[in-house]
């Protein structure tokens, strides 16, 4: 939302609200721990994209990711693995069942389509075959025992028609995870990488070693990408439900309140 009538030619990306004002908005009434983990404990799960046709420009933001993503939190496991029998079957056990925990953060870097909102497909190749996709009733039904925040970091992953959830969204909520981070556009495919660096950064610790809310992450994500490059994607993601979760323990999160 723009708060004044744009001067000819001209947009001033501090007017948009998203970039003046910390928006809370809750849709789950999923109540849990404001802790999702003490840093050193707690696991990411982060389930790329695998095809590696030469040439495809979001394998090679996976590498990058990957790389990158390394120096950030040790406690992560990448699925697929290099050399699984069945890179889908990983995939989908992983949705399923995670096998880690504590798991504090479920993230998902693909493309993906919805409709109008109601028939979600992960995409994790280059070519919408069986072997590469997963569907809405593959992505699992029972609880996440940790309740992680989901970032669903590919095209549409929050957009719904205005009479209609957002079945992607819905889904994992459903099972119980604490917030979920989505985009409300089709993301360019650098972009939406670094992105989710600058996120991670500002959420694992990294840019100040004091415990920051999920939800202020993304707003300090926000702003870092327009006070330093004058660019306002960071408008087109969506943050949901619980903006105060934390990477840290209970015993971190209460000593903060007693600041």
């Known amino acids: 939302m723009y708060t004044q009538p744009p001067a000819a030619n001209e947009v001033d990306g501090s007017l948009f609200m998203g970039l003046r004002y910390r928006i809370g908005y809750t849709s789950s009434k999923i109540y849990a721990s404001k802790a999702l983990g003490k840093l050193d404990k707690a696991f990411s799960a982060n389930l790329f994209y695998w095809d590696d046709q030469p040439g495809d420009p979001v394998h090679d933001e996976v590498l990058w990711q990957q790389q990158q993503f390394g120096a950030l939190l040790d406690n992560r496991v990448n699925v697929p693995e290099a050399g699984d029998a069945s890179p889908k079957q990983a995939l989908v056990s992983m949705l399923n069942q995670p096998g880690v925990t504590p798991l504090a953060v479920m993230y998902l870097y ?74 409300e556009i089709k993301m360019p495919i650098v972009f939406a990488s670094r992105f989710a660096f600058l996120f991670f950064n500002f959420f694992y610790r990294k840019i100040d070693p004091d415990p920051i809310a999920g939800g202020e992450a993304v707003a300090q994500s926000r702003v870092w990408l327009w006070t330093n490059y004058r660019n306002i994607g960071g408008l087109f993601y969506s943050y949901v439900n619980q903006y105060d979760l934390y990477m840290a323990d209970e015993e971190e999160v209460k000593g903060m309140r007693r600041r």
């Open 110 to 183: 693909c493309h993906c389509s919805v409709g109008d909102g109601n028939t979600p497909v992960l995409r994790f190749g280059a070519k919408p075959s069986p072997d590469y996709t997963i569907s809405r009733r593959e992505l699992g039904g029972s609880a996440f025992a940790d309740k992680p925040l989901v970032f669903a970091n590919a095209c549409t992953t929050a957009v719904a028609d205005p009479y209609m959830a957002n079945e992607l969204a819905a889904t994992f909520f459903r099972r119980d995870c604490r917030a979920y981070i989505g985009t």
